[in-house]
């Protein structure tokens, strides 16, 4: 507690000069005041009311402590100040009206609205009496006064008597209290009541001053409130004197003196306690730019997880707790000495400012004091250069601390990252250089809480960011790149990089452990490198053709009309229709022999023509000679730089693409040359070997009938590897056979309506191979057969291979798919062995139900896998219903195999009672059986609901059961249910011994209760589970959470915590 109140005194230190009210307001009302005013003023404060003006003008001096020079000054009034305001009054009521010179005096009912220059609302003033001082400007007000309006609307000010310049704006109330809307750091509107013996509001410095003063969300009776002797509010600091805090009219908790900054301190301090680093202050300060991380807080679910939504985590709130007091102001902010106001219209930022705001640049240094991790110094900056296409960057801080009790970690640590980018036209930079004392030393140092909480102060832990987290490896990195196209050439440098891989580990000098970095790997450098391009293009250019069928019969045309106008008659009209003209349109009646004919007469079209466009594509041929070039180099080292190994590779390509006009002939040689190079320094043989390979890969094709061959093979293969202990050479040129021709076959394909058919075929001197197929293809059905014939080099005749036969359909009702296949090289025996089929179906009767089944069959229709499922979904007004069933099979006798159902039902949410009242539940059900091994048989249950009542409670419930003991159901291996039903009634014996022997077990459940109050809410969150906590057993843990919030101020809470360990209130 001592080093609490110490760190907040050393806090306060640079804060005691601060000024409670404007003097010069103070003077000029008790000047101007009349000898009644004057009485009611020394009644508010306690002093003697029965003197005469003079003796109760300079009884106040007194007691303001007012100087005869400040009382000499205030009657110089400079140049500047004397700039009128042309202000606007009109007298809406009043019982009495006197006027003499620059005085007008109004009694009874007095009603005054008023307007200024400087706002654009009207303001109003009610009294039982009211002085207008037309010289000096000043409204002085008695007697149930009210002032309310302006551009600050959701702020009225209530008193025994109230001061007014309306020059200035400035306000003073005697014994009164002011009422403003506001949101919370949770979002809520709250309405606020200020109430002191004098409250002084400066326009000039957006500041409001309490003597004696209470803030509490009710006028009457509060259950929360602070109440200070002094109170002072600018822009979102607070500071107070000697103030408590009471809950109801009981005092809990009590400063002496207590600043509370917002965001208007240059140095932006946060304080607070953390469970490991104990007490803490930061302090950051913006030396150009906007600092992004100010404000930034951790979240308590970062340490542990939340059970449910309605547990409302406030420890990630930054916003400021005095916000309820001042005017929304999004406007911009800058430091001015020690603190920040807002920018002035028109003011000149300077050069470096307005570059630094404009660019998204920023320089902060911060300060920081652990009790855990000692003093901490530290700069984050990042600056965007020439338009933005150079990017600088750089964070780090250093540390020291006096008693370090952390194994492995010195005194003082260290952690610095440098960043440096540019792109611009195609060229790409990168350098990264980070470095670490430590693997924690990031996680310590740069998760920075910058938020300023008041619950900080009353022993409430503070949460931390996990941006950073523990890493015990890093890299510095430099990487360019660089990409540029010359006509029909381009070069790419993918990347040109240096990296050294280093790696924190412990070592030991005199005793002493502590982390060092060690190089793991290098390369210096890494190149990456492409290029492709095109020597020769004779490519013809593809023609489009395009007939046109014309239909301007007049018949026709009326035909097509009358088709739109049936078309439109059904249709919804528009404002865009168009009229339709009687002359256009004449019906004709005839009967004749009883029969009724009508007649429809449409005028003929006169319109655009109606057409049909059909285009065709033609190419005309041509020749293209083109080339690709990849190389890679990786120059590697190991352990503290020693050079390990040297890698270079090199491959392209140079093609030549040749076709004939209108797809008759196509054809494409492509020679691929490889190079491969590497040197391995460090072994026990050093090694070094080149590799050389050239392949050519040779395409022609007959576009127009589908025909296409393709031959590949290694023309040349050189390998040389010399070591101290062996040397190899090999030097061959391809040959016909299969391990240099890769690939050398041919097919057709043509398609035939809804026909396809195709032919494949493999030469020599790779396995020959003959493969027809066919396929069919209409309205959703599809029917396909290949068949294939082997034939190996040693081989006379051909061989059978596998053949396949497959069907399919499907539309919006059912798909279905079925695949034979048969192989007949597995078939010697058995001629059933080389038989396998799939089928998969799909069936979908109705909206919502969905009906599945899936086979696979070996040999004689032995089950490889059989499913059958069925989902069903029904969404209704008041429930929604998904549930999914499947049941498996599997072996020669089709063995049940396993049983898997879940059903999930929610009911949407009923109000009634003028929908004040809510209710909504759901239920999640998930039943797995295994038939081979009933014990690894499981259910899972969860049910929740929430009832809620406006403005007044929710409850949230929630309930996860399991049972994974179903063979205790079995008698004689067979299933009984009765023993299961028998076993669920004893899972609800709470009293008994039937919960404990019940397989049915209650794996956790959730309670949260939220009771919501006029001024502050009730929490009651009880949670349950399985868990081992402490031993390798599987123990029951709850848990209880009460804790109480004021809405007008969430970060003022009470918390109390029970578990079953510790067996008392924390």
């Not at 037309?134 to 109230?162: P, Q």
């Not at 398609?751 to 075929?761: E, L, R, V």
């Not at 396998?836 to 896998?865: C, D, H, M, W, Y």
Request: glycine residues 6%; proline residues 2%.
């Amino acid at each position: 507690m001592l080093k609490r109140v110490v760190a907040v005194l050393a806090l306060m230190i640079v804060l005691m000069g601060l000024v409670f009210a404007d003097q010069s307001l103070l003077v000029r009302s008790i000047q101007t005041s009349s000898a009644e005013e004057l009485a009611a003023i020394c009644r508010a404060y306690g002093l003697d009311d029965s003197l005469a003006e003079n003796e109760l003008r300079s009884q106040l001096y007194e007691f303001f402590k007012v100087s005869e020079e400040e009382l000499e000054d205030d009657s110089e009034e400079s140049e500047s100040e004397e700039k009128q305001n042309a202000t606007t009054i009109l007298i809406e009521s009043a019982d009495q009206l006197y006027s003499s010179d620059n005085l007008v005096i109004l009694r009874g009912n007095v009603k005054i609205s008023f307007s200024t220059e400087s706002e654009s609302a009207e303001r109003t003033l009610v009294a039982d009496k009211v002085v207008v001082d037309l010289k000096a400007k000043l409204f002085e007000a008695s007697g149930s006064v009210s002032l309310s309006g302006g551009d600050d609307e959701e702020r009225t000010f209530e008193g025994d008597a109230i001061s007014l310049d309306w020059g200035k704006l400035d306000i003073i109330v005697y014994n009164g209290q002011s009422t403003t809307d506001r949101k919370n750091s949770s979002g809520t509107e709250i309405l606020f009541y200020a109430s002191g013996k004098s409250i002084s509001y400066v326009s000039g410095s957006d500041g409001i001053f309490f003597r004696n003063g209470t803030i509490a969300t009710t006028a009457k009776d509060p259950y929360w409130s602070i109440t200070a002797d002094k109170l002072s509010l600018s822009q979102n600091d607070m500071f107070v004197d000697r103030a408590v805090i009471r809950l109801g009219r009981v005092p809990i908790f009590y400063m002496p003196i207590f600043f509370y900054p917002g965001t208007t301190l240059s140095f932006n301090p946060a304080i607070g306690i953390s469970s490991d680093r104990g007490m803490f202050l930061t302090t950051t300060y913006e030396v150009y730019g906007r600092y992004p991380k100010l404000g930034v807080m951790g979240s308590a679910s970062a340490s542990k997880s939340s059970s449910d939504d309605s547990s409302e985590d406030l420890s990630d709130v930054s916003a400021s707790i005095s916000s309820f007091l001042n005017v929304d102001d999004d406007s911009e902010m800058i430091r001015d000495g020690f603190y920040y106001r807002p920018v002035k219209e028109g003011e000149d930022l300077g050069e470096l400012e307005t570059w630094a705001r404009s660019s998204g640049s920023y320089l902060a240094v911060f300060a920081d004091t652990y009790e855990s991790l000692g003093l901490i110094v530290g700069v984050d900056t990042l600056n965007y250069l020439l338009d933005k296409k150079l990017t600088v960057g750089a964070t780090g801080s250093m540390g020291y601390i006096a008693n370090q009790t952390v194994a492995n970690l010195q005194r003082f640590r260290y952690t610095f990252d440098f960043n440096f980018s540019y792109a611009n036209n195609g060229l790409k930079a990168n350098v990264k250089l980070p470095i670490l004392s430590d693997p924690y030393v990031r996680a310590d140092y740069l998760n920075r809480n910058t938020g300023f909480a008041l619950d900080a102060l009353m022993k409430s832990e503070q949460y931390f960011p996990t941006t950073f987290t523990s890493q015990t490896s890093y890299i510095w990195q430099a990487d360019v790149s660089y990409r540029k196209t010359v006509g029909n050439f381009t070069f790419s440098l993918t990347s040109l990089k240096a990296d050294i891989d280093y790696k924190l580990e412990t070592t030991t000098v005199d005793g002493s452990t502590f982390y060092e970095s060690n190089v793991v790997e290098a390369s210096l450098p890494y190149v990456s490198f492409s290029s492709e391009g095109t020597f020769l293009n004779l490519q013809g250019q593809t023609k489009s053709t395009t007939r046109t069928k014309d239909y301007t019969s007049p018949l026709a045309q009326s035909f097509a009309d009358e088709l739109v106008a049936l078309q439109n008659k059904d249709d919804e009209p528009s404002e865009d229709d168009e009229d339709v003209s009687a002359e256009d349109v004449s019906i004709e009646t005839t009967e004749e022999e009883g029969k009724q004919s009508v007649t429809l007469n449409v005028k003929a079209y006169e319109g655009p023509d109606l057409n049909l466009e059909e285009t065709t594509n033609s190419t005309a041929g041509g020749i293209k000679l083109g080339y690709t070039y990849n190389q890679t180099l990786d120059n590697s080292f190991e352990d503290e730089l020693e050079h390990d190994s040297f890698y270079t590779k090199i491959n392209g390509s140079v093609y030549v693409d040749a076709s004939a006009p209108g797809q008759w002939f196509s054809v494409r040689e492509t020679v691929k040359p490889e190079f491969n190079y590497s040197k391995t320094m460090i072994s026990t043989s050093p090694t070094t070997v080149d590799e050389f390979y050239l392949t050519s890969a040779f395409v022609a094709q007959i576009p127009k009938f589908g025909i296409t061959y393709n031959l590949t093979n290694k023309v040349y293969h050189h390998y040389n590897s010399v070591s101290e202990s062996d040397n190899s050479l090999t030097d061959r040129w391809g040959e016909w056979n299969k391990t240099d021709i890769t690939a050398h076959n041919a097919s057709i394909s043509k398609s035939i309506g809804n026909f396809t058919f195709g032919f494949y075929t493999q030469f020599k001197p790779l396995t020959e191979i003959l493969k027809p197929s066919a396929k069919y293809a209409r309205a959703g059905f599809t029917a396909s057969a290949d068949f294939s014939f082997k034939r190996e080099e040693d081989e006379e005749k051909f061989e059978k291979g596998e053949g396949n036969v497959n069907l399919g359909y499907s539309n919006s009702y059912v798909s279905f798919s079925l695949a034979n296949k048969y192989d007949f090289e597995d078939v010697e025996t058995d001629p059933w062995a080389g038989y396998t089929l799939t089928q998969r179906f799909t069936l979908i009767p109705f909206k919502g139900l969905s009906l599945t089944g899936n086979a696979s069959f070996e040999g004689k229709f032995v089950a490889k896998k059989l499913s059958f499922g069925a989902t069903y979904k029904l969404d209704t007004d008041l429930v929604d219903l998904n549930t999914t069933a499947t049941m498996s099979f599997k072996g020669e006798n089709y063995d049940k195999d396993a049983l898997n159902v879940s059903i999930k039902l929610s009911q949407d949410k009923v109000s009634w009672w003028k929908r004040r009242m809510d209710f909504l539940q759901s239920l999640t059900l998930a039943f797995n059986y295994d038939f081979q091994n009933p014990y690894r048989t499981s259910l899972t249950l969860n049910y929740s609901f929430t009832f809620k009542i406006a403005e007044f409670m929710d409850l949230k419930v929630s309930v996860n059961s399991a049972n994974k003991s179903f063979s205790r159901y079995y008698e004689d291996g067979v299933f009984n249910i009765g023993n299961m039903f028998n076993d669920l009634w004893k899972s609800f014996d709470f009293f008994g011994n039937g919960r404990k022997s019940t397989g049915f077990n209650l794996s956790s459940f959730s309670v949260t209760f939220v009771h919501y109050m006029r001024d502050w809410n009730l929490y009651i969150d009880a949670q349950g589970s399985l868990t081992t906590k402490y031993s390798s057993k599987y123990e029951w843990v709850p848990t209880i959470t009460v804790y109480i919030k004021w809405n007008a101020i969430p970060e003022l809470k009470a918390t109390g915590s029970w578990d079953s360990y510790s067996k008392e209130w924390t």
